[in-house]
């Protein structure tokens, strides 16, 4: 997936420049974890090989959502070329609507391709860039890559639920508070887009340290 920084979207591009912006705010400790995962990129771009990275939560509904779609979008910020993020979880849901609108208030143009009881998604960041396809799948279903990929699991309860993830040949462990914890409640918008873009700083900070 291809893009560079000019064809993002204007709303999206401000917040990626106030994300490097907030670097700071991240805590040593993460950034020891999220430097592991560049460390990986890094080898493979040094390679010039595809990199293909699926973010692992249990329901596939918010948390590695939220990191495939900002991931995506940094790698192109960073004109980091042959990057391909992908999202699964352990069990199927749907791509939560709460997460859905978090990431259009950041400006992504997000549209529902097919209604059922999980609908799939076309994400867009950039008008040139593909479209990712965004629904809930299981972490090992297509088009997910089965083999020769880096697995980051952005929740403990998906960490302690695959011991093994079959494929895999890096796996990362950057796991994020759930925000369904504010579903139904005054702060639920809120804490949605407080996730969203601390997790848009978190990927950004990943491919910020990447050298082409």
């Known amino acids: ?6 064809d993002i979207f204007p709303l999206i591009k401000q917040n990626l420049v106030n994300a490097e912006k907030n670097f700071s705010s991240i805590p040593n400790e993460r950034k020891d974890e999220l430097k592991k995962l560049s460390t990986y990129i890094q ?13 692992i939560c249990t329901h596939n509904s918010r ?12 790698a192109a910020y960073y004109s980091i070329s042959n990057v391909y993020c992908y999202s699964g979880g352990t069990e199927t849901t749907a791509f939560n609507i709460n997460a859905v609108k978090a990431l259009e208030q950041s400006g992504f143009v997000i549209s529902p391709i097919t209604q059922s009881t ?30 020769d990929y880096g697995a980051v699991l952005t929740c403990s309860q998906a960490d302690a ?27 639920q918008e809120k804490v949605y887009q407080e996730r969203s873009l601390q997790i848009a700083t978190e990927m950004m900070y990943v491919f910020s340290l990447i050298k082409n």
């Not at 080898?43 to 973010?55: A, M, W």
């Not at 948390?63 to 940094?74: D, E, L």
């Open 118 to 147: 999980n609908p799939h998604y076309e994400v867009k960041f950039a008008a040139d860039a593909p479209a990712i396809d965004a629904y809930s799948k299981k972490y090992g279903d297509a088009p997910n890559p089965s083999k």
């Open 63 to 74: 948390r590695s959502h939220f990191a495939q779609v900002w991931a995506q979008t940094a």
């Open 161 to 187: 639920s695959c011991p093994i993830v079959f494929g895999a040949d890096g796996r990362f462990k950057v796991p994020y508070e759930d925000p369904k914890l504010s579903d139904g409640t005054n702060q």
């Open 1 to 6: 997936m291809n893009a560079s920084a000019s």
């Open 43 to 55: 080898e493979r771009v040094t390679k010039h090989q595809k990199i293909s990275l699926t973010f």
